[in-house]
């Protein structure tokens, strides 16, 4: 994924988290996602600096 597509996946899964009645196992697997999207994002961004 390039940066643009992190951002938007990062943008994506931070408003599926703000969903008021979530299953207690999708926001986990949604946090997690999110985790490992950004820590992707980091890189990418460090590598490009």
């Given at each position: 994924m390039n940066?643009?597509?992190?951002?938007?996946?990062i943008e994506?899964?931070?408003?599926?988290?703000?969903t008021?009645?979530?299953d207690p196992?999708?926001?986990?697997?949604?946090?997690?996602?999110?985790?490992q999207t950004c820590i992707n994002y980091y890189k990418l961004?460090?590598?490009r600096s």
């Open positions: 940066i643009d597509e992190l951002r938007l996946k994506e899964l931070c408003i599926a988290l703000n008021s009645n979530l196992r999708i926001r986990t697997m949604l946090e997690d996602e999110l985790e961004r460090r590598g």
